[in-house]
């Protein structure tokens, strides 16, 4: 299960949605281990994600992939 990207949260506020980061990331992460990342100019547009991710150990990275470990903080 993905996240949503910043098109699709652009979108939706353009619908008048409301869009709360951290329920979402909450929810979709709540049984990963890993959090994988391959775009990496949609991830600097999503600052709450960066940031949040920030807080988690690399568990390997590449030139076009970062996994995030998200049970050791």
């Known amino acids: 299960d993905s996240l ?3 098109g699709d949260i652009y979108a939706s506020s353009l619908r008048g949605s ?3 980061f951290e329920d979402e990331f909450s ?3 709540r049984s990963s281990s890993f959090f994988v990342v391959t775009d990496f100019k949609d991830l600097s547009l999503q600052t709450d994600l ?3 991710l920030e807080s988690y150990p690399i568990f390997a990275q590449g030139d076009r ?3 995030y470990d998200l049970e050791n903080r």
């Open 4 to 6: 949503r990207t910043s």
């Open 18 to 20: 409301n869009f709360n």
């Open 27 to 29: 929810r979709r992460t």
């Open 50 to 52: 960066e940031t949040r």
């Open 65 to 67: 992939y970062i996994i």
